[in-house]
Structures are given as structure tokens and as C-alpha cells.
């Protein structure tokens, strides 16, 4: 990549770590030959990856000899991110069926994941690994991808996974050849399409990158990163229109994730419209208060008022240098933007002070004394909100002062009754001593605001500690509906229902929970107490060992 390339991937998350979770998120279950399970392909074009492999679970029990249930199961548990998991299964189908192509197809992908492979179920960021695929790894997808195009000459996914390893290499020229030909086969898969994005890119090409992640969304419209890496392309060739509407589609599909707010307030104001670019500024400063972020604004308001961004685009520049650049001096992109480019740029204005933003960061770094003066430093200067309250609340309760911290709860909800975050903090400050009454806090703030599912979640756990049960159940039942995509609902619902002896649906919620979160070892515990009730001492001393293992790491 060029140099200033890295500058441009600051607008959205950065283009590597993207193009991982792109790839890891696309299903490549498409060009299977074997038709998927009944109930199971259903489950998968709903989304419901997870209930997809517990599906296929049932049936490999009743028929473990069926290579291609494994390959599928496979293929489901390397969209979820389990590549450890995925490689198990991939190796047993091969084991059962040597010929089938596109096992060789799914165990080169589990290689080129840029994911731990064998036992472990984390990414390579975990402590002790790194995050790139090893030239040893791509080594052995190449040999696995030969011998699927031996046994299906026309698996296209197989060229478009030659392309990535290609890409990988550091050669995205060299990829194209593959990719074309996966495209000639499958006009249809957007896998295809994200990997000509990523090899576009790298080669600087940013205006035939935006055009291949336009066709990709057009194939996944509700894929929120290729949204979000698609509009990064367009905003970097100056295309701000197209760039606003995939990040409003974005925003639609995920409304809580300021990311992408804060990349809207990047575009407008890149675009020079004002009102927009600080009221998606706000609305972003706001979702990741709500989530205890830390928010780095992308705009610089100057003493007129006026919002500039803080990033210009590049890629116009470095595509007209890609283009430029004489083949005798290939390192030229290397080293330096060109210095017409670099002239454009303008110098960066100092950004603002942000006392509530220090003051997030004082407390994440252990000093909540530092914390709280600069809490107090910005209520000199200005009108404080739901949500500075709020972080002056925990700081105060950080700080073993819990009248304070309640008093501070207590002036978010005035401020702002609708904003759940003062009900939830000052249901938690209470909860510690009082339980009843901070039961009584949620219950008053659940009234106001049904459907937010932290306070639901923090009610729960408190009726889970008093032993009524069944109203926990409830609120937890609650939690998962308003949110399913959050794992510890359904681990806290597996603990409520093993209390009230509903064992089965305990270990549906705790089996799910793993599925979403694999080396959590709470839940092998969980699960391991079911099994238990169940009669399954086996497992059960199987998931003890598991919780061990993770719990040593």
C-alpha cells in the first residue's frame, strides 16, 4: 500500500482489518454441489448461522459417516470466526470423502483467513499471536485449491481464493488473472467482487475498487462492512454522494454503531454541508458515550464555527500516480506521495480540547482522581448532558463514593429522562446496597424506555441474585429479543433456566452462547452444571476441561 493510502484508511476502519471480517462474514456456501440440508439452507439465508450449525449438530449425530455435513458445518463455523472449529470439521469430511472439492476449497479458505488455525478458536491478535497469513499457510491453500480445480476444474470460488493468496503474497496484480476467470464462472458471487476491491486498492486503483465493492453490495445489500468499505472508496475518490448513501444504509441496518456516524459527519463535511457534518458529529459522540467509547471527533470546527474535516481525501492522486508510474521504477508509490499531492494537502489545524474524551481515557488508564477534575473542568466551561453525567456517575462510583454517584445518576435523568444511561447507573450504584430498590430503578426506567435491553439485563441479573427466577427468565427473554446478537443475554437466560429446572432450554441458550463466544470459559461451566442435571456426566467433565484450558490463557 502506499503511504498515503494509510492516511485515507483512517476514514473508516482500516482497509486490512475490513477486508478480514468482509471475508470472514461472506458465505461461500453457494457453489456447493451437494444441496444443503433441509432447514439448514433456510436458516442460512435468514442469517441464522448459528442456529444452523445446531441443526447440523442433530443431524451429524444421526448420520456421522455424511462427509458433506461436516463441510458445511465447516464452511458455517469460518463465517462465524471459528477457524479452529472449522478446520476439525473440514479435515474429518476429507477424511470421509477425498474427492470432494469443495472441502479442499474450504480448508484453503480456513488457511487464508488470516485466523488461527488447529485447536485454538481466536484470532491471531490474541496475546502471543500475530494477525497475517504465514507463506507456509498460503503454501498449503495453494495445494488444497489444485487439487479442488483437479476434481472441479470450474469451482469458482477456488480461483477467487488463488486471487487472495496472490494478495496476500503482497502481488494483487498477479491475482487479477484468477479472479477475472472466477468472475467468467460466477458472475453472481460477491467474494469475487470484495477481492478485486482489495487487489484495486492495493494497486492504487481506488475509482475500479469502488466500482467492484458497488457490485459486491449490489449482490449483499445488507452487509453492513462492504456498505462501509464502499463508501470509504468513493469518499476517497471524491465521491461524496455515493458515499453518504451507503453509510445511511449502513446506519439503517446498525443504528447503534457510531462508527459509522462519525464517517458520516467525515463526508459532510468533506462536501462542505455544514449542519449535517456536526449533527452526525453529535449523534456519534453520543452512541459511543452510551457504550463508555472513547470518541475521536473526524471534524475540526474553527473559531467561525465552520466544520472542516479532519482527513482530505487521496485517492485520486494516488491513482493518478499508479497509473503514471514507468515500469522501471516500480518502488516509486513506495516512498512518497507525489509533491503535487502532498502540496494539496492542507496542514492540519489543532484539534479542540476535548475534556470529557481525556477524562474517558484518565479512567480507562486507572486514574479516576484525574478523571473526575477534568469532569469537573468541563461543567465549568459548559452546560453538562444525560451523558457527561452519566461518566461523572461511574467516575464517582469508581472513586467508592456512591451518594455522590447517586446524586449524579439522579441529575441525568432529570436532564434527560429519556436517555436510559441514568436509570442504569443509578439502578447499578443502588443495586450494591439495596438490591429491592434498585430493582425498583429499573423497573421505573423499563417503563419509560421497554426496549433497551442493558437495563433489562442489569434487572435480570438482579432477580437472579434475589432467586426469583421466573421474572428473570422473563427479562432475559426480553433481552435476547431486543437483541439476539449479544451473547451474555443468552448465557445469563441458560443460568435462570437452569434454576427453574428447564434444562433443555438451558442448554440450547449456553450451547448458543459458545457458538458466539468459544473461549469464554463461564460458559463450558455453565454448560458443564447442565449437563450434569442431564445426566451427561461425560460432557460434562469435558467442559470443565475446556473451561480450564481457556481459563489458564
Known sequence: MHPPARQSSLLLLPALILCLALLAGCSLLESSPDPAPSGVTEQIQAGQRREAILTLNSLIRNEPGNASLYAERAEIFLDLGSPGQAQQDVSKALELDPQMADAWRIKAAVLLSGKAVGPVLAPRSAPGMDDKTTPDEIAAARKALERCLEIDPNNALAYTLKGRAFRLEGNPAAALDDLRKAEELDPQEPLTYIEFAECYTALGQWTKAADSFDEAVDLQPDSVNLLMNAAHAHWNIGEFGPAIDQLERAAALRPGDHTIFANLALVHAADDDQDEAKHYDSLARRKAALQNLRYASPIIVDEDGKAKPALTPSGLEIEKQALAEAPAQPEAAEDAAPVEAQAEQPAPLPLPRDLMAEARTALDNGNPDAALALVSEHFDKTEPTATDLCFQ???????????????????????????????????????????????AVFTKGIERLPNVPEMLNERGKLYLNTEQYENAEKDFDACVEADPNTAVYRLHRAIARYHLGQYDKALEDADKYLLMNPSAPEGYRTRAAIQRKLGNAEQAEKDLETAKSFQAQ
Do not use: H, W
Open 393 to 439: 456517575a461511574r467516575v464517582l462510583s469508581t472513586l467508592k463514593e456512591p451518594e455522590m454517584a447517586a446524586d449524579a445518576a439522579r441529575k441525568a435523568i432529570r436532564t434527560d429522562p429519556d436517555d436510559f444511561c441514568g436509570y442504569n447507573n443509578l439502578g447499578v450504584i443502588t443495586a450494591a446496597a439495596d438490591p429491592q430498590a434498585a430493582i
